[in-house]
Structure formats: structure tokens, C-alpha cells
């Protein structure tokens, strides 16, 4: 019930990323009674929010060019601003016509990303000394859950860009919490913190300057497709089971059949595991898992598994490890 409790609370508070708009100013005026969502990708819609045919609404942005849906202001919903299809409605502002947009890119071939997720007790076992490891609690979210270590844009040297000498040092040198705050917005620093322990020593700031400078994309973007990804993994059968495995040993075919019984066939080729000695066992400490394309929700997962290249691993199995220092 504890962990069914946190993946719920885990879902309410993860909040859409603010992606590449396209700032408008103009009107929308109503043709249908459509749903005015919060979030485009994941159509949440706080409120059960209609926009009422006839009425005019502020129009603040479009998605993208040519886009689908508008920004818009509706009075009285909470939050007030909120996606809606074009088709619901007209503009009196000029739109570019399709042909002006850009090429799409050709598709990436190989592996883009890999997620690196931990099991943080058994990642706390080699590192004790470390703030968000002195404190552990077996009613933590980390306690049952994995947590995120990093997304890193491949190949594997792809790091560091454009960063300063400064930075970069102070990064290489484990010295993160001098590096600069990130520019987060509070639920996205709320979410953050909970799904990354290791914020408490700086990873969040370590993880942005050496990965999410490739990235692409700014801060928030780069956090929130992070937690979009956490949070597909978080409520699957993978993280079931090793919630239901704790002081037990799991191999990596269980592991790899949990992702395929989740995400699909083929799913668990692009999983490697990770796993480290104390003393005499051999603990998982964290999955590394291929992914390619792009990420704009948590339904994502799967398709973005998939067309990634498959995953060597190592260790072929290890104990998952209970929070608490042994």
C-alpha cells in the first residue's frame, strides 16, 4: 500500500515541461466545446475544463510550426493557461503554412540516450559517507523505487559542451555543489529532489554540466524528459519486482523478462546491469537503459526502447539490497 501510495503521489506531482513554443498574440475564438488541457502529451486536464463555443480566449503560443494546438488563457481554470487543437477553434493571427516548417531531422540510428537509474540502498552501501546516504528510511521513496542518476546523450564522450574551464573542473573534481544552481521551476525542483536523492551532494548540477549540456535543450526540458522516463519505469512491473524481491537475488533475465512483460518484446535486449561487491555479496546498484528518439511523455518509453540499440552487460545478477547501511 506505501508504494502504491508514492507511484500515485509520484504521477500528481510530476508537471508538464515548458518545450519549444511558439509565442503568439492574438484571439482564439471557440468553435467546439473541446477539452482545454494542462498537458498536450499526457492530456491531463485539471478541472475537466471546456472551452464554450462562441467565447474568446487570449491566445499566448503555439506548439510548434505548423503546430496542432494553442496556448491559450481560459478564466477561471486552475492553472488558467491550457492547450487546446486548432481545430476547435479560429485565429486572427497568420499562421506559417506547412511547407515553410523545417525538414525533419533523419532519424538517429544507433543509441541516443541511455537512462542511468540506481537502486539507491544498494548505490548508499558504497558510498556511505555522502549526505543523502547517512539519512536513508524505509519509508523513502528510494527505498522501493529507482532513482535517477543520469540521461546521457551518446556516444559516451559526448560531454562537457560548451561549458567553462570553471565549470568543467569543478565537475570532474567532485566539487558540485560549486557549481551554478539550475534554473528549475519549483514543482520541477519538488519532483527532482524526490526522484534524485543525490541533488543533496549536487548530481542534478554534476549531471547537467558533463550530460545535459549535449542535451539539446535547456535545464527544465532536459530534467522534466528525465522524469518522464523515471516515472514510466517507476509504475511498471520492473520496479514491481524489485520491490518484491528486497534481500532476495534477481538475475538479469528476470529483469530483462520484466521489461519485455512491461514495455513490450524485444525491450529487455536494451537493459545492462550494474553491480558492485560488499563483502560477500554482489548488489545491483543500477540499470542502464538504450534509448532513441524523441521524448515528449512517459508513453514514450517503450517506442524509444526499441529503437535503440541492444545492451552487453557484465553482471548477469546481483541481490537488491534493503535501505539502511549493513
Not at 560549486?178 to 549536487?202: E, F, K, N
Not at 558533463?210 to 520496479?239: F, I, P
Not at 537493459?271 to 546498484?285: E, F, K
Amino acid at each position: 500500500m506505501k508504494r502504491l501510495t508514492t507511484i500515485l503521489a509520484m504521477a500528481l506531482l510530476l508537471m508538464p515541461a515548458a518545450h519549444g513554443e511558439v509565442p503568439l498574440t492574438g484571439r482564439f475564438s471557440a468553435l467546439e466545446a473541446c477539452p482545454a488541457f494542462q498537458s498536450i502529451s499526457r492530456q491531463t486536464n485539471p478541472g475537466n475544463v471546456v472551452l464554450e463555443p462562441g467565447q474568446t480566449y487570449d491566445l499566448l503560443a503555439a506548439n510548434k510550426t505548423p503546430p496542432t494546438h494553442f496556448w491559450i488563457v481560459v478564466p477561471g481554470a486552475e492553472p488558467d493557461r491550457r492547450w487546446v487543437e486548432i481545430a476547435c477553434g479560429t485565429t486572427d493571427v497568420a499562421l506559417a503554412p506547412a511547407h515553410d516548417a523545417p525538414t525533419a531531422p533523419q532519424a538517429y540510428r544507433g543509441t541516443q540516450y541511455v537512462l542511468a537509474v540506481n537502486w539507491q540502498p544498494a548505490f548508499c552501501e558504497t558510498a556511505e559517507h555522502i549526505r543523502e546516504c547517512r539519512n536513508q528510511r524505509p519509508n523513502a521513496f528510494e527505498a522501493t523505487n529507482f532513482t535517477l542518476h543520469g540521461l546521457w546523450p551518446q556516444p559516451r564522450d559526448n560531454e562537457y559542451c560548451d561549458v567553462s574551464q570553471r565549470d568543467l573542473w569543478a565537475s570532474r573534481d567532485g566539487r558540485w555543489r560549486d557549481l551554478p544552481q539550475l534554473d528549475l521551476t519549483i514543482a520541477l525542483r519538488r519532483d527532482l529532489d524526490m526522484v534524485m536523492p543525490g541533488s543533496l551532494s549536487g548530481l542534478d548540477r554534476h549531471e547537467w554540466i558533463k550530460h545535459g549540456t549535449c542535451y539539446g535543450a535547456d535545464q527544465r526540458e532536459y530534467y522534466a524528459d528525465a522524469l518522464d522516463l523515471m516515472l514510466a519505469l517507476n509504475t511498471s512491473s520492473v520496479a514491481e519486482l524489485f520491490a518484491a524481491n528486497i534481500g532476495k537475488r534477481l538475475t538479469l533475465d528476470q529483469i530483462r523478462t520484466a521489461f519485455d512483460t512491461s514495455f513490450g518484446l524485444g525491450t529487455g535486449d536494451r537493459v545492462s546491469l550494474d553491480c558492485a561487491q560488499d563483502g560477500n555479496r554482489t548488489l545491483i546498484t543500477e540499470l542502464q537503459i538504450n534509448l532513441t528518439g524523441a521524448i515528449t511523455g512517459p508513453d514514450d518509453f517503450a517506442a524509444l526502447m526499441l529503437a535503440a540499440d541492444p545492451a552487453g552487460s557484465d553482471c548477469r545478477s546481483g541481490q537488491v539490497d534493503a535501505v539502511g547501511l549493513r
